[in-house]
């Protein structure tokens, strides 16, 4: 059987940053990116992908340990997930700025990296209510995009500096709107075909009822062996008899 695709998930900052925040303090960045990460694992765990998390509680990591932990793990692709922010002369007095929109940075503009970014902008355009003009910019300087081995992309969710935008990032329905687009491109660009909860769930709960399947839970997951493939393949065959 194939190796099993791996992807590292990056939730930016941590719980002891009280900086990266609305100016009205009702969103933090670190919050927003660990629930967005949460969110997208379960997505690609249900299609049988490998995550690693570089902060998978609300502890301090520095770049370089998120760096250790993707190049330690060797995964197919690194995703960092951020919210932006516009500077304090593009503000107004009370913090709020008028720069919003989804946006990707890849540290050179060619290859896998660009392949992959390019993948999840296809998937997040038909959901996010912005994208900047120039969705995907290199940006060669970031830490984490220049340390990491692996094909790597820094998504911008939006600006939590904009009223507009921090409704958004806020409404938990979006959000996983938001986080199902980008696992269908991080799939797409790791060549693994999109399967809707209902449709997978429906087709194992009938092979579980036929007593052709145990273990449904597992199967939902997509967490098979060879020998439980093996052992599928064979049940069916005399199901058709």
């Not at 009822?209 to 093996?230: E, H, M, N, Q, Y």
Request: glycine share 8%; charged share 25%; aromatic share 8%.
């Amino acid at each position: 059987m194939e190796q099993k695709k791996k992807v590292c998930l990056d939730a930016g900052h941590s719980a002891s940053n009280k900086v990266n925040k609305s100016p009205d303090g009702t969103y933090f960045e670190h919050e927003f990116a660990l629930d967005m990460a949460k969110r997208i694992k379960a997505h690609l765990e249900r299609h049988g992908v490998e995550v690693v998390e570089t902060r998978p509680d609300g502890r301090d990591v520095s770049l370089g340990e998120r760096c250790r932990i993707s190049n330690t793990a060797k995964p197919d692709l690194f995703v960092s997930l951020h919210s932006n922010a516009t500077g304090t002369l593009a503000t107004g007095a009370d913090g709020w700025g008028n720069a919003r929109g989804w946006e990707c940075y890849v540290y050179g503009l060619s290859g896998a990296r660009y392949k992959a970014a390019k993948a999840i902008l296809n998937q997040v355009e038909c959901v996010a209510p912005a994208i900047r003009s120039t969705p995907i910019l290199a940006k060669p300087g970031l830490y984490v995009l220049a340390h990491t081995n692996a094909p790597a992309v820094l998504i911008e969710h939006g600006f939590h500096t904009s009223k507009r935008d921090v409704a958004y990032l806020k409404d938990r329905a979006y959000r996983e709107k938001l986080a199902k687009a980008e696992a269908r491109g991080i799939l797409n660009y790791l060549g693994i075909a999109w399967v809707e909860d209902s449709e997978l769930d429906a087709a194992v709960d009938k092979l579980a009822a036929a007593g052709i399947i145990d273990s449904p839970k597992r199967w939902k997951k997509l967490d098979f062996t060879d020998d439980s493939v093996r052992t599928l393949i064979i049940k069916m065959a005399a199901a058709l008899k």
